[in-house]
């Protein structure tokens, strides 16, 4: 029992320090996951800024018909797990799925549109909420100083800005965290959709426990390294 | 006739079953500055949005020169200051300039009217710092500079001192008093008769909705009306005949013989104003630096809003309020002989 407790600790011990090594001396293959990560991740954040942002505003500052239903709906899907939607967007870009024609099973892009998905639903229900919180009478202050109704919009974002970009920022993590949508539609092929989690999940069964550490501390080194900055930015404000 | 620079034609505000403004006419000149008197829930917060054109009467109208104006002709024309202090989570600077910047002023335009704006409400210097930094009486010189950096020709002012404490009130109360001697039309909402008079031409009186009376301050007070009398926040006003005395000071006789210390150099007829707040209570004399100390019974006793209100006779029915605690703990009650203290300081004189 004794012996078999320091034998763990010590090929423990042997696959971090191999660990640092490979992120020490840049490692080919762990530099190039990294950024592919960082890519993918990054791309499907720009991709669901683009129709997530406008959405938030439009269910954040106005008021319609209909609007706590959506709101409800989008606030359901933050918890959608990633491999039914992995399973749904693997149907749909299939090669006889509705979506083959693009090609897009299988490619980074394909990752980054699944992932887009994935983090519209947190960034519409935390982007609104983050500009719903904005106090009521900036508003009226706006409108008073003359401001149009897209002015006064704009003076409200530019006031919820930090709280608009956690949103983002926690939409990013998500991303760049899920493993089920980067497995079933990107296949971790190696150098063309291998990306940080799927790596770890893989490796790590094939018992390549020093390569997984090393990207499981990049993983978590990133996500960390993102919140202290941004604390960072809450308290030069 | 010329007609009026501004008139509200039977204004209605309702809000389903409450109506909040009804039936207000009202006019005001140009350069005039009005005060809109009356406790809280009379109106005169919704009756200012109207005119700010923040939101829409139910019914009724709004004239500027004699032409009708909607809510975005009126947001043109006026701007508004808030009861409770709001600004942009910016520097201060980009708070005054964001007015004259949306009216499409130039950029170094939009820098002349800030920096006018700023110097006028005495912060000058505090351009970089960040506005939600600043006190609160810096925060609200802020609103009003804002206000002013779009030289609007109609400056609505909602209880601009009711969150401040009195050194940063009376700074308030003086730079809005220089907007209004420099020629501005200005309309101020406040519960403060005391204030009314010393800001306002006019003073309007607005009571669950409606307009009770319109007239100068002196007059009203004068021959204040039931409602008048009988408003919370105006007990305590009394009429007096005022004279020098030899140490330098005011004595005031009140109608009922009542005789107390003022400072002011007013003589002759005048009409004082004690606020209840600032009327000590205790049951033996005390010694103070308080000028006015009167001898007198309780005669009525009321909770209100978690403060109990005493009417205490004393050749004239005074007002002072207190605390439930202090009430329970000082024994007080009906038919208590108590003494009165108030600084000389503390009497208002209109």
């Not at chain 2, 109360?173 to 200005?186: A, P």
């Amino acid at each position: 029992m004794k012996e078999t407790s320091s034998t763990f600790l010590e090929s423990f011990w042997e696959a971090l320090v191999q660990a640092f090594r490979l992120i020490v001396t840049g490692d080919p293959e762990v530099a190039s996951i990294t950024l592919r990560s960082l890519q993918v991740s990054g791309l499907a954040t720009l991709l669901a800024c683009l129709w997530s942002l406008p959405l938030a505003m439009l269910l954040g500052l106005r008021s319609f018909k209909g609007r706590g239903f959506i709101k409800g709906f989008f606030n359901a899907l933050i918890g959608v797990p990633t491999v039914a939607l992995g399973l749904i967007l693997y149907m749909l870009l299939s090669r006889s799925g509705p979506l083959g024609v693009f090609g897009l099973l299988y490619t980074p892009l394909g990752i980054s549109i699944g992932q887009a998905a994935l983090i519209t639903p947190i960034m519409v229900t935390f982007g609104a909420s983050a500009l719903e919180s904005v106090d009521p009478e900036l508003r009226d202050l706006a409108r008073t100083l003359g401001a149009s109704e897209l002015q006064t919009s704009m003076a409200i974002l530019r006031e919820a800005s930090f709280n608009v970009l956690l949103a983002v920022v926690a939409a990013f993590n998500r991303a760049f965290a899920e493993l089920g949508i980067a497995m079933m539609v990107g296949g971790n092929i190696r150098y063309v959709t291998r990306v940080l989690t799927t790596s770890i999940a893989l490796e790590t069964a094939r018992g390549e426990i020093a390569l997984t550490l090393a990207l499981a501390i990049i993983l978590v080194g990133i996500v960390y390294g993102i919140s202290l900055a941004l604390n960072l930015l809450r308290k030069a404000q | 006739m010329t007609s009026p620079f501004l008139q509200t034609k039977g204004l209605v505000m309702r809000y389903g079953p409450v109506t909040a403004l009804a039936d207000v006419n009202l006019a005001i000149d140009k350069g005039e500055t009005l005060a809109l008197v009356g406790p809280s829930g009379s109106g005169k917060t919704t009756l200012l949005r109207i005119l700010a054109g923040l939101q829409s009467p139910t019914s009724g109208e709004v004239l500027v020169q004699g032409r009708r104006e909607d809510a975005a002709g009126l947001r043109r024309i006026a701007s508004m200051v808030f009861q409770k202090t709001a600004v942009f989570n910016t520097s201060v600077y980009e708070n005054v300039a964001f007015g004259p910047r949306i009216r499409a002023a130039s950029k170094t335009e939009a820098q002349r009217e800030a920096t006018r704006a700023l110097r006028k409400v005495g912060l000058e210097g505090f351009e970089k710092r960040r506005a939600r930094k600043l006190s609160g009486g810096e925060q609200q010189r802020v609103s009003l500079a804002r206000a002013l950096a779009v030289r609007p020709a109609l400056l609505l002012l909602d209880e601009p001192t009711a969150n401040l404490d009195p050194a940063n009130a009376s700074i308030i109360e003086r730079i809005v008093s220089e907007i209004g001697e420099e020629g501005n039309t200005v309309i101020l909402a406040t519960h403060r008769m005391d204030q009314a008079e010393r800001l306002a031409d006019r003073v309007a009186i607005l009571n669950e909705g409606r307009l009770v009376q319109v007239g100068e301050a002196k007059e009203l007070f004068r021959r204040p009306s039931g409602f008048l009398a009988s408003f919370g926040q105006l007990r305590n006003v009394f009429q007096g005949s005022a004279t020098l005395s030899e140490k330098g000071l005011t004595v005031i006789t009140l109608e009922g013989g009542v005789r107390i210390e003022a400072a002011t150099n007013r003589t002759g007829d005048v009409s004082v104003f004690v606020r209840p707040e600032d009327v000590i209570v205790s049951k033996s004399p005390i010694v103070s630096s308080a000028r006015n100390m009167l001898k007198g019974r309780i005669v009525k006793v009321e909770e209100r809003d978690g403060l109990v209100w005493l009417a205490v006779d004393v050749g004239q029915e005074l007002a002072a309020v207190v605390t439930r605690q202090s009430f329970a703990e000082m024994g007080l009650n009906l038919g208590l002989e108590v003494y009165l203290a108030f600084k000389a300081s503390s009497v208002e004189v209109i």
